[in-house]
């Protein structure tokens, strides 16, 4: 744990063996002044993870499941954060797996040949962002629930051999810390570019939910616009989509 710490700074580290979820604990703790950014809310074993809206994250032993801590910085926007988050977990993925052919999934998963290999649930609280993610790390797909194995993926399948957990988050928290410093000096124009250019969506039908009583939003996946918004084209009208539930047409 000593050398977890060293290798985290200057995020200081709160671990916790067992915790519903890291984003409510961070949240509790600092509503009660027990948590002053930037640190890492850490647990061993997530058992109420959230995902966006009513969506769960269920993880096991290999995943790593954490929340980092960051004071809020006015120059990103609160829907531009998951996607700076995204493109930085999606890098820190492809350094430790060896294999640069993982995608991000807008507005906040990460896949691999189309199965899902990370999640990310990004909040404002108190002056501070909460960017929790849940990455697979040595989780073996072969362990999760019928209807759940065929549908993810984790780094050390990607990579063939089992990864070094504290390794694998130390080069998160390095790649968060870099990107988000990208991002606030007026480089948020390259972020984008260089999200799109591992856009699993592009050029792909789809559609994204909203409320339960609005339809859809359906068309061909152009990429991201100059704000981070979904671009879809339907019948010659684009459509500029800021947050949503996706589901791929094709």
Not at 9 to 24: A, E, Q
Not at 51 to 74: E, H, K
Not at 212 to 239: A, Q, V
Request: proline share 5%; net charge positive; with cysteine.
């Amino acid at each position: 744990m000593a050398e977890l710490r060293e290798r985290l700074k200057p995020y200081r580290l709160h671990w916790f063996p067992t915790l519903r979820s890291t984003n409510d604990h961070a949240a509790v703790l600092r509503k009660h002044k027990k948590l002053f950014a930037p640190a890492v809310v850490l647990t061993g074993r997530q058992t109420a993870g959230r995902g966006r809206g009513s969506n769960t994250w269920w993880s096991r032993a290999g995943s790593l499941t954490v929340t980092f801590v960051i004071p809020t910085d006015d120059r990103i926007e609160p829907h531009q954060l998951p996607l700076i988050a995204g493109l930085a977990t999606r890098n820190a993925a492809a350094e430790l797996s060896g294999n640069d052919a993982i995608q991000l999934k807008w507005p906040n998963d990460l896949q691999f040949e189309g199965r899902k290999l990370a999640g990310l649930l990004c909040e404002r609280v108190l002056n501070a962002d909460l960017v929790g993610i849940g990455l697979n790390v040595n989780l073996n797909p072969d362990d999760a629930p019928k209807d759940l194995g065929r549908l993810i993926a984790s780094l050390a399948q990607i990579q063939g051999t089992p990864l070094d957990m504290t390794s694998a988050l130390a080069t998160l928290a390095s790649h968060l810390r870099l990107t988000l410093k990208r991002a606030a000096s007026n480089s948020f124009a390259a972020i984008l570019r260089e999200y799109d250019s591992h856009h699993a969506l592009i050029g792909k039908r789809v559609s994204v939910s909203h409320a339960p009583n609005e339809p859809p939003t359906s068309g061909r996946c152009e990429g991201l616009d100059s704000i981070g918004r979904l671009l879809l084209r339907e019948r010659g009208k684009l459509h500029h989509v800021i947050s949503g539930q996706v589901k791929i047409r094709q």
